[in-house]
C-alpha cells in the first residue's frame, strides 16, 4: 500500500526565515511519482512541483528547494526567505504507475508571521 | 493559463437529499477526478474517469456516488441521497498525461458542500 507521512501539523515562522517540510513516502513500486501542492486560505489546491522516481536530481526554483532522498524514501521543500503570502497548508502526494489516484499526506501549516 | 471551474463555490443541502456538482476542466485533459476534503483534513481520492467511463475508484465512492461528462465539457459527481458525512470540500481536477504519469493534476477551486 502506498502512503506518505508528513510528521510536521503545523511550522510557524518569521519572515524571511528559510522553512523545510518534511514528506516521507512508502511505495513497493520501484518507479512512482512525486507531487507537493500548496492549499492557501482561500481554500484552493495549487500545484507546485513533480518528481519521477528515477530523477534524483535537486532543483532549486527561485525561493523553492526541494531534495529528493530514494534511500531515505523522503522528498522534503524548502522555503528559503519566506513571506507572509507562503502561509498556506502544503501537500505531499504519491502516485503509482499506472494508477489513477494521488495519495495525499495530512498536510502540513505553515504560519509565517511579519 | 486554462484553470479548472468549478460551480456552485458552496451547496446547502438537507440530509437525504441529491446534490450535484458541476466542473469543467482545462479543455485538451483528458483524465478527471474528483477528491474531497474534509474540514481539516486530508484530501481524498473519490474516482478517476477516462474515455467516458471510471478507470479507478475508491472505497467512497459507493452506490450512492456517481459521475457523468454529459457533453463535451461538463464533469458532474452526484450523490443521491446525501448524508451528514458528505458535509467536506469537493475537489475536481484534470490532466493530460501528456508526460505519462507525472503529469499533474490540477484542481478547481472546490465545491464546499454543506449536509444539514
Known amino acids: 500500500a502506498q502512503k506518505v507521512t508528513q510528521a510536521q501539523t503545523e511550522i510557524s515562522v518569521v519572515e524571511k526565515e528559510d522553512v523545510t517540510l518534511d514528506c516521507v513516502y512508502e511505495t513497493r513500486d520501484t518507479t512512482y511519482y512525486l507531487f507537493w501542492y500548496k492549499q492557501p486560505p482561500s481554500g484552493e489546491l495549487v500545484f507546485l512541483i513533480r518528481r519521477n522516481s528515477f530523477d534524483e536530481q535537486n532543483e532549486i526554483s527561485g525561493r523553492y528547494s526541494w531534495n529528493f532522498q530514494k534511500s531515505t524514501s523522503s522528498f522534503n521543500f524548502t522555503i528559503t526567505a519566506s513571506q507572509v503570502v507562503d502561509s498556506a497548508v502544503y501537500f505531499c502526494a504519491l502516485r503509482r504507475p499506472r494508477g489513477e489516484k494521488l495519495v495525499f499526506g495530512t498536510g502540513t501549516r505553515l504560519l509565517v508571521s511579519p | 493559463e486554462p484553470e479548472v471551474t468549478q460551480t456552485p463555490s458552496h451547496q446547502v443541502t438537507q440530509m437525504g437529499q441529491e446534490v450535484i456538482l458541476r466542473c469543467v476542466p482545462i479543455?485538451?485533459?483528458?483524465?478527471f477526478y474528483w477528491y474531497r476534503q474534509i474540514l481539516g483534513q486530508k484530501v481524498e481520492f473519490l474516482v478517476s474517469f477516462y474515455n467516458n467511463e471510471i478507470s479507478e475508484k475508491s472505497e467512497i465512492f459507493d452506490d450512492q456516488f456517481s459521475v457523468e461528462r454529459p457533453d463535451g465539457s461538463n464533469f458532474t459527481l452526484k450523490i443521491r441521497s446525501t448524508k451528514l458525512e458528505d458535509s467536506a470540500m469537493y475537489f475536481c481536477a484534470s490532466s493530460d498525461r501528456e508526460s505519462s504519469y507525472n503529469s499533474p493534476l490540477h484542481f478547481g477551486n472546490g465545491t464546499r458542500l454543506t449536509v444539514t
Open positions: 479543455s485538451n485533459h483528458l483524465y
